[in-house]
């Protein structure tokens, strides 16, 4: 079923590349608000909205499918504590599509973990050593992601790490290098970011420019190829301010869908110029409201490294089917 799913996505994404079509090729969907956990730059968990059922989850991941849907990447809040989520996966795995559940990982245990092995990726949040990751996300949680980590690898699933970079845990650069070349785990990361689900100390932990590219050097100095997920010439092309040049695809190849409904091109920011509700609007008007996004400067190396893999030169297509391999 795997490599079906592969070769059947890269097959539609590229007719759809050549013919210059936009399609939901890759669709983010928010399932809820509610989370355990407070994370120190996030308020997500104290956002109060309606949230779609199961059902309206269906219909959704119906169209998607028509659509031409690959790839759903299901975050929260905490998926998991998403009522019917299992439900939910069970359907987009029927559909043939392939997905990545990003958790923080707390409430994987060995009840619930056979329950995820459908899932093309599972990746978990770690901000860094058990000092500093408990420090940003709670007592206790590192080694519950360690411990949800190694049930997963036990079931054969692949498993990425994610890292959200603030004044916290940017010295945690070598801790987190020597953590996934020890595990041989895939590694990404993102800067925090002043966006609509920020906490309300955001300013205090955001990195400056200066700090931002100081932590990008040293990226680059320590590049590890099976390590990192993000192509070191796109850090490159960060420190040499070419990354703007970027075609970006959010709103073109790239969708991401709150636990409303609503229909956004970009998970930074929020665009509600260009937002829908895909159930109420209906497909053709939301893609045609997305279309109208423009990014600038996106503050997501992983989402720059979606958008990489896209621009079609050799380098990315290498580099997009050694990470569809793993």
Not at 202 to 207: A, D, G, H, V, Y
């Amino acid at each position: 079923m795997a490599n079906t799913q592969k070769i059947n996505g890269i097959v539609h994404f590229l007719i759809n590349k050549i013919c210059g079509r936009a399609y939901p090729f890759f669709v983010e969907i928010r399932l809820t608000y509610k989370c355990n956990l407070k994370c120190t730059y996030c308020n997500v968990w104290d956002i109060d909205k309606l949230e779609l059922d199961k059902m309206a989850w269906f219909k959704i991941i119906d169209i998607l499918s028509e659509k031409g849907c690959v790839f759903i990447q299901i975050t929260g809040g905490e998926p998991l504590l998403k009522q019917n989520f299992f439900d939910i996966l069970d359907y987009i795995h029927h559909k043939g599509i392939m997905t990545n559940i990003i958790t923080n990982g707390t409430l994987i245990d060995k009840e619930n973990i056979n329950r995820l092995k459908y899932a093309r990726l599972i990746t978990f949040s770690l901000d860094g050593n058990k000092q500093t990751h408990d420090l940003l996300r709670g007592k206790g949680t590192f080694q519950k992601v360690v411990d949800s980590i190694e049930l997963s690898r036990q079931l054969g699933i692949n498993v990425i790490i994610a890292s959200t970079i603030n004044k916290y845990n940017v010295s945690d650069l070598d801790f987190m290098m020597s953590f996934c070349k020890e595990k041989r785990l895939r590694w990404f990361f993102s800067f925090v970011a002043d966006y609509v689900y920020a906490g309300l100390n955001i300013n205090k932990i955001i990195l400056d420019e200066r700090d931002k590219r100081e932590f990008i050097r040293k990226i680059v100095g320590c590049y590890d190829n099976s390590i990192m997920i993000t192509r070191k010439k796109i850090f490159i092309d960060y420190l040499n301010d070419k990354v703007q040049y970027y075609t970006h695809y959010c709103g073109k190849l790239f969708f991401f869908i709150e636990p409303d409904g609503m229909m956004i091109p970009c998970c930074f920011g929020q665009d509600l110029v260009c937002s829908t509700n895909l159930l109420k609007d209906g497909y053709k008007v939301s893609m045609v409201k997305n279309l109208k996004h423009s990014c600038k400067i996106c503050p997501s190396f992983s989402l720059l490294g979606y958008n990489d893999s896209f621009r079609l030169n050799p380098s990315s297509i290498i580099h997009t089917l050694r990470l569809l391999s793993k």
